[in-house]
């Protein structure tokens, strides 16, 4: 699949299909339910114990482009594969990413339906012959013989000296050529930022729902054997190609909407149940926290320590080096940009019109991906640096956390661009004299380049954190499974009786343990406790309860105020009903992995670690 579109399909495959699709959504189902009881208990704790943050010094840019603006345009060549030739036709980029061609650019400019629509989520951009050739030799083995030389005389034989490659693993492949060598660069990167941003849109939406739905499809993995972060997470919508996908994103649009009325009900119910009740159900955590803490904490900290605690500097830097780099190359750029604006307006007569002007071009500045690309790709060694890492903790989320460091990138950039301009807007002169509109530009540029420094530097600081958690927490749960998940049954007895709708749960409890334990090894690590709030996969957890400081007395107003009590989330902050297609449809396709010849060293030293530890507690 990729390279051909699919063919019809007929009544039994699209009975097939439809029940594929019911397997999978009945198998997410169960889990969306219970991370949703979570979510909801760990937001009501944070409300009642909230944790402390540091406050950023840039202003956030909630300014938000409009998402028909056409930011790129142009005439580009494109190998037709129902005709195996190639065809001029009009390219169209968007604002929201969304790509389009059309057979003329006058088809365009009527107004005509677009020839095709190409949804970036999940491609990859290859501007050679030859990585497109590994590549898919790499993903498909297969492909070779006379499907390889039928190929290549398909694609290989470029009208120009300029071609791109966008690669997916399911959809089909868009083959491009270009007249320049400035075309390529910039096209080709234009298309890696819409790559990126369409890759991570759950990622950016900070609501507990997209947590607890990221939380049920992570666990819903668990159990099929696949930890951490894959390319299942990339796209926000339903990835099929050709009448499959008509079949199944309507099919599984159908039931994933019941499925978000199930929670949105759920969620009614649940809040007017836990903020009543939270004291019996905090004080019942509580007990279970300390039995588990009591019989399980030891073997996860000693396994944390033997098989973790050993890598974790090396990972820190070699996660900081690349994501300081790309940091200081975007200070470079904006500090660079500032300069000439303030030269620009130096050099003219007419300050105040001669700075609007410049200023304006400056808003654009983290929108330009050709301008971009230099922070963008300090970043892109990552995979380099993590090259001995990665297969040691099964790590597959290299370019997860890439993407992750450029949206970071973006958004600081963003904000000081927002702050410069907010800061002159508010110091603004009586006058509009050259020497006063200069003398504020430089006031400016040094109070927003001390913001970004500070900005970027908890930024990177925590970028980092959170990679180290994306990493080690995953192969943590995998590890020390065998030997305390099987235990967990015969803590239902520490459960609340009447707890019909399950608000207090033992597995996400245990994982919660795992998470603290990995969590502290990370802050011993990075020599400082991180205040800064958590972006990484995992759902926020009651941290308090894990102290044994942790606060119980808990106001009554607090409790039950309606005015703090939580209203559904608006249908924005929700997962679109087609993003589950794009997740459910690789839920099928996990397979068992190998458990890590760590996991074999702590199995063969188990009975003495054990026996080492009650010599210990006897000699105290």
């Known amino acids: 699949m990729g390279l051909n579109f699919s063919t019809q399909l007929d009544q039994r495959m699209h009975d097939y299909l439809k029940g594929r699709a019911d397997i999978l959504l009945n198998d997410i189902r169960p889990h969306c339910r219970a991370q949703n009881t979570v979510a909801i208990l760990n937001k ?79 491609f990859v951009v290859l501007t050679s012959v030859t990585e497109y050739t590994e590549m898919l030799h790499r993903t498909w083995p297969h492909f070779n013989g006379t499907a390889d030389t039928c190929w290549k005389e398909q694609y290989t034989n470029c009208p120009t000296d300029h071609p791109l490659f966008l ?68 796209g926000s919508e339903t990835e099929m190609i050709g009448e499959m996908y008509a079949v199944v994103e309507t099919h599984v649009s159908e039931g994933f909407q019941a499925l978000l009325r199930e929670i949105e009900e759920q969620t009614l119910q649940l809040e007017k149940k836990i903020r009543p009740d939270f004291n019996q159900i905090l004080t019942s955590k509580k007990q279970l926290v300390a039995k588990l803490q009591e019989s399980l904490g030891e073997r996860i900290q000693w396994c944390c320590e033997a098989q973790v605690q050993p890598h974790m500097e090396l990972a820190r830097d070699r996660l900081a080096d690349p994501m300081n780099t790309g940091l200081e190359e975007t200070r470079r750029l904006f500090s660079e940009e500032v300069n000439r604006v303030i030269s620009v307006v130096k050099s003219t007569e007419h300050s105040s019109s001669s700075l609007a002007k ?57 904000d000081a661009v927002y702050t410069f301009q907010h800061l002159l807007v508010s110091t603004q ?52 499974e065998p030997i305390c998940k099987p235990e967990l049954p015969m803590y239902e007895g520490c459960l609340c009786a009447d707890d019909d709708d399950g608000l207090i749960q033992i597995e996400s409890t245990y994982n919660e343990l795992v998470l603290h334990i990995v969590s502290d ?13 958590c972006y990484s996969l995992y759902n926020e957890s ?18 039950t105020s309606p005015s703090n009590a939580s209203h559904p989330a608006s249908p924005e902050e929700l997962p679109e009903p087609t993003s589950a297609m794009g997740l459910l449809a690789t839920l099928e396709n996990s397979k068992l992995s190998e458990v890590e010849d760590g996991w074999q060293c702590l199995q063969g030293n188990w009975d003495g670690a054990n026996q080492l530890l009650d010599e210990g507690k006897s000699a105290e």
């Open 44 to 122: 009501v704790w944070n409300e009642v114990e909230p944790q402390p943050s540091q406050a950023p010094q840039l202003l956030p840019n909630k300014e938000c482009r409009d998402s028909e603006e056409v930011i790129a345009q142009g005439h580009m060549l494109q190998h037709v594969d129902n005709r195996r030739k190639w065809k001029q036709r009009y390219f169209v980029m968007k604002a929201s990413y969304h790509l389009e061609y059309f057979e003329t650019k006058e088809a365009e400019q009527k107004g005509l339906k677009p020839e095709g629509t190409v949804l970036l989520s999940g």
């Open 167 to 234: 690669w997916h693993p399911y959809r089909p492949h868009l083959v491009l050529c270009f007249h320049t060598a400035d075309d390529l660069h910039n096209w080709s990167t234009l298309l890696a930022d819409g790559i990126r941003h369409l890759n991570t849109v759950l990622f950016r939406r900070d609501s507990f729902e997209v947590r607890a739905f990221l939380e049920a499809v992570r666990v819903c993995r668990m159990q099929k054997g696949q930890y951490g972060i894959c390319e299942l997470y990339f």
């Open 358 to 414: 410049v200023l304006s071009q400056l808003q654009a500045l983290p929108y330009q991906s050709a301008q971009l690309h230099h922070c963008y790709e300090k970043t892109e060694t990552l995979e380099q640096s993590l090259s001995e890492l990665a297969p040691r903790f099964s790590f597959t989320g290299v370019r997860f956390l890439t993407q992750r460091a450029q949206n970071i990138i973006q958004q600081l950039l963003e």
């Open 429 to 480: 002169p009586a006058t509009g004299l050259s020497a006063e509109v200069s003398q504020r530009l430089d006031n400016t540029q040094v109070r927003v380049l001390k913001k970004f420094d500070s900005d970027s530097t908890s930024a990177g600081r925590q970028f980092v954190r959170d990679s180290l958690l994306e990493i080690f927490l995953p192969y943590m749960l995998k590890t020390v």
């Open 521 to 533: 090894e990370i802050n011993k690590a990075m020599k400082e406790t991180s205040t800064q709030p």
């Open 542 to 559: 009651m941290d308090g309860l894990w102290s044994n400081n942790a606060q119980l007395d808990i106001a009554e107003d607090l409790r």
